[in-house]
């Protein structure tokens, strides 16, 4: 047996006479933390036609920093602390390298505030090691079916999610006529593309459909150019593709026919607004406007979402895994949170869950315009054998995705 | 039949005067019912079933409680963040207490003096004297408090944080958190039986009721409801009601418009009753015959013939009825 020398001996005793000081708080033994770390690519904002109102510069990282006040606000009933750390960057190499630097201090959990492609390139410098990343950033179709990545969920809705909601939407007020006015950037055909797919899945019949190539300021002469441009063969409603809002503000009120307008604006379909009161959300708001004194936005929504599944999903596991999960191994997590077991109350009126198969959450979509909400989609009639949320974006037959193939999905229940 | 007694009574007294008549009706048991979107009570006579007087109160009334006598009314009007009294006798209000923000949901210990008050906005249980009317005490608790339950005996208060999905459970006599119960999404409501063995809690959104040991603080069942037609996503249990002989409880289940009838021996949902839109809360009348619930979207409160199992009119009342309390005669 080794005989301790007088120095452990004493170390002992300090650890000792520490030890006794603190048991009789039994209750405030260290917590164990789960650091989540926050990634955004910060893109310089494009020169726009329509630039009253710029979208705020903390777009999404207030949402993750209210999930982690609210998973904080349980989690210490559990002995859990949940701690943020952040990094904006215009250079997506320094993000990865932050993500580096993040995993040797023990972080498992990424929030993604990234467009598609640098996405993509943050999972792959994951690929094959233990990290779970939440996507609250790209609505991308294509990582959703065919661009399959293995460590990511989505908690940001599809684009395929928000043209379908409207689309059940038109078709419901029986306006089954629709133009389309497309704007000139990558994302707007993508948005175009997604509105010409749901079109298809719901019967609706494309009119006509014209791109925007203008360069005059419509903010003087939207009332002669418009008018013109959208007179084609009659149509029951616009839908624009416009998604940083360079031309689309000016549709409204000088087309052609007096026709709605919708899509990217006008009547459209959003994760989240602050027009949302139902369902306890005036809750959320009001939490959010303490902490922020603007307005919570979809990616704000999307990030408090990611976060919050976090909290719910490890809240949910035994305590002995706390540690674990925690700092060590989220694989067992994203099996979780893909299973039947998961669920999130996410202001929404019901349950939200992840589709196993691509990893998206699913839920309602809200229809608004900038001071009301004007209907929540799925509409009531559009049926499905597991959930009626699967009619919005790309059920398990239209994505090549694999994510989870041990689970069935049953949301009957 | 008293009502048709009533009735009788009530007409050669019209001659006379109303007074009579009044009354005579004031000795029928009242339910009040809150109308959170019109700051009003509504006040239904039990033997008419019919509304007889609208009172104006404090803004987005919600939770309301009776006094043990009966004398006073206690009303969380969440938007002054005042839990108001109302003297019963006169219906005016006689003061207000401090509440903390946002009170939604109370329970009013067996001391017939402690108010133990949910406040939604604020992540808080504050605990009124209501007779020197001063907080006593608050409690940390987690995200959007809303339910809470007195245990029969007094020692044990149970709040339920809406957002963080637990049961926080409260020693009345020292303020302090005893135990934190996880269940499932959106805990709304829980309710002890009369023995104060069990706790039952309601799950909005994971759509389960579950059954509490109160000893062991541990969920030891979980209720599941189906109903035909109607997705399990919309099956959303808020109000939970006992019978006083602990045999049958009733489950409000909210956006799907229908009570659960429940064996509260088996944990086995007997039956399903429709009602209004968006049901949430309950009462039963001093007897038993009838159960009151309030229908949030359809602006009602259906009346249930407990015997009967079954829904037997629908009374108008004010809008978005949210809470309901019943004084007998």
């Known amino acids: ?413 | 039949m008293p009502s048709h007694i009533k009735t009788k009574n009530c007409l050669p007294a019209l001659l006379f005067g109303a007074s009579l008549c009044l009354s005579q009706a004031a000795g029928a048991a009242t339910a009040y019912i809150s109308n959170e979107k019109d700051d009003s009570l509504s006040l239904i006579d039990l033997d008419t079933l019919e509304v007889i007087e609208t009172i104006d109160v404090g803004q987005r009334p919600r939770g309301i409680t009776f006094s043990q006598d009966y004398s006073k009314l206690y009303i969380c009007a969440s938007d002054d963040d005042t839990v108001q009294v109302m003297d019963v006798a006169t219906h005016t209000i006689i003061s207000n207490l401090p509440s903390g923000e946002d009170p939604e949901q109370f329970a009013l210990h067996p001391d017939d003096r402690r108010l133990y008050i949910a406040n939604e906005d604020n992540a808080l249980v504050t605990v009124v004297d209501t007779v020197k009317e001063q907080v006593i005490g608050q409690i940390d608790v987690g995200v959007e408090p809303e339910g809470m339950a007195i245990s029969p005996d007094g020692k044990v208060a149970v709040n339920t944080s809406e957002t963080t999905s637990m049961l926080h459970w409260i020693d009345t006599d020292t303020h302090e958190l005893i135990h934190n119960t996880r269940v499932d999404q959106r805990p709304r409501h829980v309710e002890f039986t009369k023995d104060g063995k069990l706790l039952w809690a309601s799950a909005e959104i994971g759509g389960t009721v579950a059954i509490i040991d109160v000893d062991s603080k541990e969920v030891i069942k979980k209720i599941r409801f189906e109903i035909r037609g109607i997705h399990g996503d919309k099956i959303q249990p808020v109000g939970i009601k006992l019978t006083d002989d602990g045999k049958t409880a009733f489950v409000a289940l909210g956006p799907a418009n229908h009570i659960a009838v429940v064996d509260a021996k088996t944990f086995e949902v007997i039956d399903y009753l429709l009602v209004g839109r968006r049901t949430w809360h309950m009462e039963f009348s001093p007897d038993e015959r009838y159960l009151l619930t309030t229908n949030g979207i359809s602006g009602d409160v259906s009346v249930i013939d407990v015997q009967k199992r079954k829904a037997i009119k629908s009374i108008r009342v004010g809008r978005f009825p949210w809470g309901v309390a019943v004084k007998p005669d």
Request: glycine share 6%; hydrophobic share 35%.
């Open chain 1, 1 to 413: 047996m080794r005989i301790p020398n007088r120095h452990t001996r004493r170390i002992g005793k300090i650890l000792l006479t520490s030890l006794l000081t603190v048991l009789p708080a039994l209750a405030l033994a260290k917590p164990t933390d789960v650091t989540i770390g926050y990634l955004e690519l910060s893109v310089p904002d494009a020169p726009l036609l329509s630039n009253v109102l710029p979208p705020p510069e903390d777009n999404g990282e207030q949402g993750a920093i209210l999930g982690i006040a609210d998973n904080n606000q349980g989690a210490r009933f559990l002995g859990l602390n949940y701690v943020l750390k952040s990094l904006r960057s215009e250079s997506l190499d320094a993000l990865i390298q932050q993500s580096e630097q993040w995993h040797e201090q023990g972080v498992r959990y990424l929030i993604a505030n990234l467009p598609a492609p640098a996405l993509e390139q943050l999972s792959r410098s994951w690929q094959g090691k233990p990290i779970l990343i939440m996507n609250a950033g790209s609505a991308d179709n294509a990582l959703r079916t065919t661009r399959c990545l293995s460590n990511v969920l989505h908690t940001l809705p599809s684009r395929a999610m928000l043209t379908d909601a409207l689309g059940q939407w038109l078709i419901h007020r029986r306006l089954g006529r629709w133009l389309i006015i497309e704007g000139q950037q990558t994302e707007d055909k993508a948005y175009a593309d997604s509105v010409r797919r749901t079109a298809k899945r719901y019967g609706a019949r494309i009119v006509d459909e014209k791109t925007w190539t203008f360069e005059s300021d419509l903010r003087r002469s939207a009332q002669t150019e418009v008018p013109l441009f959208t007179k084609t063969r009659e149509y029951d409603a616009v839908v624009v593709a416009d998604e940083r809002g360079d031309f689309g503000e000016f549709i409204p009120f000088n087309t052609w026919y007096p026709r709605p307008v919708t899509g990217t604006q006008g009547l459209t379909p959003t994760a989240w607004h602050r027009v949302v009161e139902q369902w306890g959300a005036a809750q959320l708001q009001s939490r959010f406007d303490k902490q922020t004194g603007r307005w919570m936005t979809d990616v704000d929504y999307a990030a408090w979402a990611a976060v919050r599944s976090i909290g719910e999903a490890i809240a949910s596991q035994a305590p002995a895994q706390f540690p674990k999960l925690a700092n060590d191994d989220p694989s067992p997590l994203m099996h979780y949170l893909l299973s039947e077991d998961f669920q999130l109350a996410g202001f929404k009126g019901r349950k939200l869950t992840y589709r196993p198969w691509n990893g998206q959450l699913r839920q309602p979509i809200a229809l608004v315009h900038p001071r009301a909400l004007v209907s929540q989609s799925p509409q009531q009639g559009y049926l499905h054998p597991h959930t009626d949320l699967d009619t919005l974006g790309f059920d398990r037959p239209e994505s090549r995705c694999t994510l989870s193939q041990t689970h069935t999905v049953n949301g009957g229940r």
